[in-house]
């Protein structure tokens, strides 16, 4: 059965460190989401991604975040200088029309 | 903004009984999704619920949903062990007759325990 896939599965980094976050939606799926999940907390959206442009972004989604579609597979979720606060599990999700999403096993970021 | 409640947040259960988990939430919407979460894993998807009187059932599991009350139920059959995890219901306001963008809100989940 064909899922959502995310790389690295743990990453560490230092605060002010730029990072990448890496997801393979499933192949024909249309739209494509980044969520976060801060330990203990509840699951929070941050961006949506449809036709090779940004759909819907949250206020946590400032302009130290970026999404990027570069070849037909990848979608990635950059930080360009991460704060402790960054420190979460970062969810890839994918749907094909824009309804039941189905999610990737997540990455875990820790900021140091 | 757009606010998705559940209770209880926290459940401890019986193996054999049944109970009941709600989500409210408070602005109109006719989707719902029901996500399961074991500790360190992702969100695996239960049901999608997507109209008013909408009612799915998967083995132990039943949602249903009432679009004019804002409330959707998940309710649980002879709970067995491995039902045990945290269950989020999510509401997604922005289906506009044929387009969506998913902007999902999540409920703040509600761990299940079920213990013999």
């Known amino acids: 059965e064909p899922e959502v896939t995310q790389t690295p599965s743990h990453q560490v980094t230092q605060m002010g460190q730029e990072v990448i976050l890496r997801c393979v939606p499933i192949?024909?799926?249309?739209?494509f989401y980044w969520y976060r999940q801060i330990l203990g907390q509840k699951v929070e959206f941050l961006v949506s991604f449809y036709n090779n442009e940004i759909s819907e972004k949250s206020e946590i989604f400032d302009d130290q975040f970026s999404v990027e579609r570069p070849d037909g597979s990848n979608f990635t979720l950059k930080i360009r200088s991460t704060k402790l606060e960054d420190s979460a599990m970062y969810f890839c999700a994918s749907s094909v029309y824009g309804n039941e999403q189905f999610f990737g096993p997540g990455t875990r970021l820790t900021v140091l | 903004e757009l606010k998705v409640e559940q209770n209880p947040l926290f459940l401890s259960m019986q193996e054999g009984k049944n109970y009941t988990i709600y989500c409210n939430y408070s602005?109109?919407?006719?989707?719902l999704y029901w996500y399961r979460q074991d500790p360190g894993k992702s969100l695996e998807s239960l049901f999608v619920?997507?109209?008013?009187?909408a009612v799915k059932q998967e083995g132990r599991l039943m949602a249903s949903l009432d679009t004019k009350a804002r409330l959707s139920t998940l309710h649980i059959t002879a709970a067995v062990h491995d039902l045990s995890a945290t269950y989020f219901c999510?509401?997604?306001?922005?289906?506009?007759?044929?387009?969506?963008?998913?902007?999902?809100?999540f409920g703040q989940g509600t761990i299940l325990t079920v213990h013999p």
């Open positions: 602005t109109t919407s006719d989707r």
């Open positions: 192949s024909n799926h249309l739209y």
């Open positions: 619920l997507l109209s008013n009187g």
């Open positions: 999510a509401v997604d306001p922005t289906w506009a007759g044929g387009t969506s963008y998913g902007k999902l809100t």
